[in-house]
């Protein structure tokens, strides 16, 4: 079977038969494949290696037909639309298994193409084009919905947002357009996240997206002060959040209150850090300190490592200029001596510091 495939693709280009006629042909071949592949093998031994063959050649074919109708658009759509019906097909006819799953997501990515040459036909710029790239993330999300526990559905999925992924990458280059889709790739996983089997993965995807999203559109808006926007969604966030661990003493910090906090306290780090003026860095500081205190206080992990984490860098940006300062005053020998003896303290303390290391896990582990 492969050397007689591999004999009619090289027929076409000796022969030099006209590129339709060439597209119809290897398009034809795949469909051969696809239901020789379908159709499976007997009980005897050795009854698989016809259906794999197919497989893998189908696979290959596509891949050749997709790249032979570049030359042209119109035949870029019947070629590619041609393939994701085929293979779509395929998938329904196909039993359960290996070959069902690579069918539906073959199918799925012939159709990201689709939505890839629609762009380009529209004359919209990569950017542009992002937000119709999500349009075969969405279905996507609505077959795995319907698809539920079948073993086809986390495939299809992951290729769908595998596509999103690229619609992220092309948005990178216009932060209003990236922000868009951020926003619109947070909605398709909060759309998954309803469903009790996806939710611990993609509701935490979602809140992480639509927070991306919230920061994107600030600096793409040059906004100064964040705070202005972030604060009247993070309060009543940690009010819900209070409000959850009132209800259940057992809910992860993390879950109550890190969402809120992080979408106040990170873009204004972010910010603090070009900011030449001493205020903010100030309040932030001080806000970070007390937020840290606060997750000590009550063990509280989400509150002490995010407290904990922004005060370490806001005074680290507060105090580099000084250490630069003195280091450069200092003579050269001093900084690798200094490090040396402290290699030598840690080295003579090794045990001593695991103990404690294995302590501190140990505590942040018992914190909720």
Known sequence: MALGWGALLLAGALLDVPHALALAGETALVGVLLALAVRGGGAERGATAMPVTALVASVAGAVS????????????????????????????????????AVFAVAAVVWGTVITGLA???????????????????ALTVLLGARLRRNPVALPVELTGALGALVAVGLAVSDAPFLALVLALCGVLAAGTAVRPERRPVAGYLAATLFVLATWVRLAASEVSFPEAYTLPVTVPAL??????????????????????????????????WTDPDWLRPLLLGTA????????ARHRLQALLLLGGTVLALVGLHELAPYVVQVAGALPRWLPPALAGLLLLVVGA????RLRDARRLKDALGRMR
Do not use: C, K, N
Not at 73 to 99: D, K, Q, W
Not at 349 to 352: I, L, M, N
């Open 288 to 295: 970070a300190l007390v937020i840290t205190l606060l997750g």
């Open 65 to 100: 037909a997709g790249l032979l109708s570049l030359a042209s658009e119109g035949a870029s759509y019947a070629v590619f639309g041609a393939l994701a019906a085929l293979f779509a097909g395929a998938a329904l006819r196909a039993g359960a298994g290996v070959p069902r």
């Open 239 to 272: 009010l819900v959040g209070a409000a959850r661990r009132r209800r259940d003493p057992e809910a992860s910090s993390w879950t109550a209150y890190g969402p809120g906090l992080a979408a106040t306290l990170l873009p204004s780090l972010a910010v603090a």
């Open 119 to 137: 762009g380009r036909s529209l004359g919209l710029a990569p950017h542009e084009a992002a937000p119709l790239m999500l349009l075969v993330p």
């Open 349 to 352: 303390t090794y045990e001593q």
